[in-house]
């Protein structure tokens, strides 16, 4: 069973570094690539299992040796890119001003490191907000507080999903680590398909922008620096809000992995 076992991890480790031919490969291979880590462990397992069977072949080694250099690949770049992040960040958007968000001092702002493979983060409370109210739904945000007082900019949160699931509670530890280290967070939900089409996420998403800007008093938003933040389908959305929407403040978009040629809907 071993053998079988190793071919099987060393032929998913090869979607780490080929383009998957399928939409169903193409998943397993972001699973692989994102929880590689999880692929690694049994992999090696197996390896060891197979050095200690009596019929061990040169064949099996070498299969199980790299698809475990392949499921590790990941993690070995990060850790290179972590080590000149901050340098390629400031050389690209200008040097970062000394004191401009300071929250919790007791954070690891290390981009990156083995250790917080293993760790949690903190959970910070947050408020749920009706944000906007239609004829046949309603809409709230989850609005994570600044650990820094006064006015701070805002971080908007659109989860991703395909467009047809998910929801503001999606992966809530970036969520929890912005507020910490100084910006408010506000992760919106939004209509979701099929019941809603095109362009309801984009509306919904200006409107969590407005209704963000009309109680920025009271939330203690600073008016001049909003930044949406969405991921997979909520990068896609993030994108079409900042290129259409009619509001001033807008700094930036982080677009984590968001579709933009849909190759894989048709």
């Known amino acids: 069973f071993h053998l079988a076992g ?9 979607l780490l570094v080929f383009k998957a031919p399928t939409s169903e ?3 397993l291979s972001i699973f692989a690539s994102e929880y590689s880590i ?8 197996l390896l060891v ?7 061990c072949t040169l064949f099996e080694t070498i299969i199980g ?13 990060a850790y290179f890119i972590g080590q000149t992040l901050a340098d390629a960040l400031e050389k690209a958007f200008s040097p970062i001003k000394k004191g401009s968000v300071t ?11 083995i250790a917080k493979l293993f760790q949690s983060v903190p959970k910070v409370p947050y408020r749920t907000l009706t944000y906007v109210t239609y004829s046949d739904t309603t809409l709230t945000l989850d609005y994570y507080r600044s650990s820094v007082t006064g006015k701070r900019p805002c971080v908007i ?12 509670k999606k992966l809530p530890e970036l969520n929890n680590h912005l507020a910490r280290v100084g910006y408010h967070c506000a992760a919106i939900n939004y209509r979701l398909a099929p019941k809603w089409h095109f362009p309801a996420p984009v509306e919904d998403t200006t409107a969590a922008v407005s209704y963000l800007r009309k109680n920025a ?18 990068g896609q959305i993030a994108l079409l809000t900042a290129y259409t929407i009619r509001q001033l403040g807008i700094k930036g978009v982080v677009d984590f992995y968001g579709p933009a040629d849909m190759i894989r809907g048709y």
């Open 6 to 14: 190793l071919t099987l991890f060393f032929l998913i480790s090869l």
């Open 25 to 27: 490969l193409w998943i």
């Open 38 to 45: 999880l692929f690694a462990v049994p992999t090696n397992i």
């Open 49 to 55: 299992i197979n050095l200690y069977a009596v019929n």
């Open 65 to 77: 040796l790299i698809a475990i250099v392949l499921f590790l690949s990941p993690i070995i770049r």
């Open 103 to 113: 929250g919790d001092e007791t954070i690891n702002n290390q981009p990156f490191t």
């Open 157 to 168: 949160v659109i989860h991703g999903g395909a467009w047809a699931i998910g929801d503001s």
């Open 217 to 234: 008093d009271e939330l203690d938003i600073d008016l001049n620096n909003f930044v949406l933040l969405g991921r997979s389908a909520g």
